[in-house]
């Protein structure tokens, strides 16, 4: 605002004078005008203009009068506005009246294009003047007229601003003046009307503003001289040299000394002088022409009188206007002063205010950076805080789990310990409470025997009493009779007397008879001792040589047993197998192979053929079968290892033959144990003890201790070499006082695996089972003291490893049982060899390592190779009938029995 305003006050240098030049009315456009402080360069550094003034700018560029008038009402300022809107009325108005006046006035020089150097140039235009008008008479007139005051006056007519003729009616007109004033007269200014009215057309853009006459001081503040006077540029354009617009060469001076165009003196036929009048004739008529002429010169005598007046009246106006310029002057070098004081203050102002700014961004910038900072540093703090808080929050975690871990797995495995404890003790409790009460029932079955023979005994002292009674009775019958008798025979004594007198002459007959009959019975007594003696002798004979016909039978045999095929086998299933001399000894067994049909069309078929020592077909129970073996189970009665396999793949019967209720082995202890009874009548004495073992991944586990165990619990095997004795430490050992112990052993066995056995896992096929039972006798007659071992074993399945096709546990399970029978086969065949001390491979292996002294010399070993019937198993088969083969010729050396005869 301080900004327009000065510069208001800067282009109106004359207070009160309004321009009439449409260029003027943009005073405030800041185009470096001639005279103006526009035109000086800026002291300093102009703020940067508003949208308003650049627009006034380019209104001022483009063009002025009514053009700019009208785009500053569209776009500028208020104040622009209102100001323009005034010039360009005014100069509508002016050029209105200008063009009805004259042709070629300033305002219809100015128009779009470039700005022209000068009023004055523009005024002139380079392809001449404008189009003439039409001559009149009162032009010609008027011309001449101007001539005359031209000369006159010794003004120059050519000068472009009076170059218009300007008719003196229209001069005097009262709309024209009307228009130069602009507004209705004010009362104050009726003493320059008159002045204004002669007036040079030069002079009628120039009008004075009663208003600014009045009011303006240049001492006052722009603020107090702003309103409401309408502010505006009075700058009189200063008559320069005019250019040629087209070869910018500064075109001739108009000469003052140019002769005015020649008039000329005589008629023409041009002339149109309403007073010639050819009719009328009044052209020769002197007197009227004098009169009219007179009449002309009065009019041009008033008028000049008039102009002088006017002159003198514009000398004074001119006057007053050098006066109130030379006030405007002063006042404009008094605002000029402090206009630059206010500059100089300004600039100081604004450098303060700048140094101002720039500290005060500079410190907001520190601020900031301060405040960014801290924020930083909060952040980081805050970060770090953070962090170490899940830090700690983590370790506290992580020690808390580990902690809880720790207490979890302590109390799972105080839990676990206590558990194992805890079933151990009901195990052991269990099996004690069992075994308690299979002895105790054993023992109630003996006291209730012994009650029975204890009430057999009563009975018999009863009868015997009874007897003995009546034999009392008798003989007191006896006695009463002999006491009667004792009369009689008193009598009778008397009368024998008199007879032994009589007979004395014949008792040396009778004593010779009694003697007799003495020595009878006393050969006879000694017969019978005789033939107890040899009873024994015969006993120790039968078992001797029952020996060597085991030993003649050989210690190694091989039996042969095919199971029946099943129904779940299916009978399409079934291989051919043919047993050639099933009638008579059984010891052959024929495999038939497939049929082949040779080039020459003949079929053939690839048998294999077998020998044992028996062969079982599967018609054959496991009665048949023990009948067979029944004479190694005396053998282990009478004091030998005995060694009974069942070798063969999975499914061919071996736990069938060797462990099922009417297997071998409990077969075996009922045989021993009768055996054993039989034998107490001479004398014989015997105890039997049996284990129950399992070789599983080459370990040994105990299948009547506790089922947690197995696996876990370690057996160890101790040979005392001296003894010729296997012994196992931590091994369950179960005294078989009755044939039914046996049972209770099994079934106890065969949970015990069920309880360690997996889905995947079959137990009693993937390890070898081994049931030992020690049998002592002693005879108290002879003192003789038997010791035999026999072992039933059941082999895991034979199935080779390729077969198979096991993987994982399985495939160590494989290996390990293909090991062990490898191991097992290596021993037979060591032992084959038969060479005295040679060394036999038994540690290879666990199984032959616990059998070492049931198998060799010392002990009786049958094999049993058991067969499927099964097609699909054929190879299997032969792969097991080959093995059992070669065992089958291998021959092993003499069983030596363990027995003592004690030292009686
Ligand atoms: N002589 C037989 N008479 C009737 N059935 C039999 C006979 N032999 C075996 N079986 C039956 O055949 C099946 C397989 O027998 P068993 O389990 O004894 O074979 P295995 O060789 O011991 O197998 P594994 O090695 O898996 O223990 C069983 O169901 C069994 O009852």
Known sequence: MRQQTQSKMVGSRIPGLKEMNPAGTNSRSRLAQP????????????????????????STRTGAGTHSGARSVNGTTRVHTRANSHASSTLTRSASSASRTTKGTFSSTVGPGPRP????????????????RPATSLDTHEEESHRVLGKRKGRQTSHPLLSTPISPLSAFSPPALSYVFGREEPPSQCALSGLQRTLNPDMKHLTLDPFSCKVTDPNLSPMQNRTPKPVSSTKIPPISTPVNPYNSQPLPKPSPKRKPPPIPNFLSKETTIKAFNYSTGGEWDQESREQNMENIFNMFVSRISQAGQESSGLKEAVEVYKLRVGELEESKKDLTERNLSIRVELESIRSQMKAAEDALRHAKREQEIEMDDLMSRQRMELETLRQEAHKGVEGIKAQHELEIRDLKRRFEHELDDEKSVRVREINQLHSQTALDAQLAQIELDKKAKELAALQGEMQALRTELDRERKNNMNLRQNLDTISSNSVTLESSISALKARIEFLESGREEQSGAFERLNQQMMDAVAETNEAKEKLRKEETLRRKLHNQVQELKGNIRVFCRVRPALGSDGALNVAQIQYPDQAEDCKEISILGPEEKSSFGTVTRKNSNFSFDHVFGPSAQNSDVFEEISQLVQSALDGYNVCIFCYGQTGSGKTHTMSSLDGMIPRAVHQIYETATGLEEKGWRYTMEGNFVEVYNENLNDLLGQAEELDKKKLEIRHDMQKGKTIITDVTTVRLDSPEMVETILKRAAANRSVAATKANERSSRSHSVFILKLIGENHITGERSEGT?????????????????????????????RSLSCLG?????????????????????????????????????????????????????????????????????????????EV
């Open 826 to 902: 290596d021993v037979i065949a060591a032992l084959g060899q038969g060479k005295e001390g040679g060394h036999i491979p038994y540690r290879n292996s666990k199984l032959t390592y616990l059998l070492q002294f049931s198998l060799g010399g010392n002990s009786k070993t049958l094999m049993f190779v058991m067969v499927s019937p099964l097609q699909a198993h054929l190879s299997e088969t032969l792969t097991s009938l080959k093995f059992a083969t070669k065992v089958h010729n291998t021959h092993i050396g003499t069983a030596k029995r363990q027995t003592r005869v004690r």
């Open 117 to 132: 150097n000068s009023s004055l140039s523009s005024s002139r235009r380079p392809n001449g003047h404008s189009i003439p």
């Open 35 to 58: 005279g103006t402080i526009a035109n000086k360069p800026p002291a300093v550094p102009q703020p940067p203009r508003t949208r308003s003034t650049t627009q006034s700018t380019e």
């Open 790 to 818: 026999l072992n039933l074993v059941d082999l895991a399945g034979s199935e080779r490893l390729s077969h198979s096709g096991a993987t994982g546990e399985r495939l160590k399970e494989t290996q390990s049982i293909n």
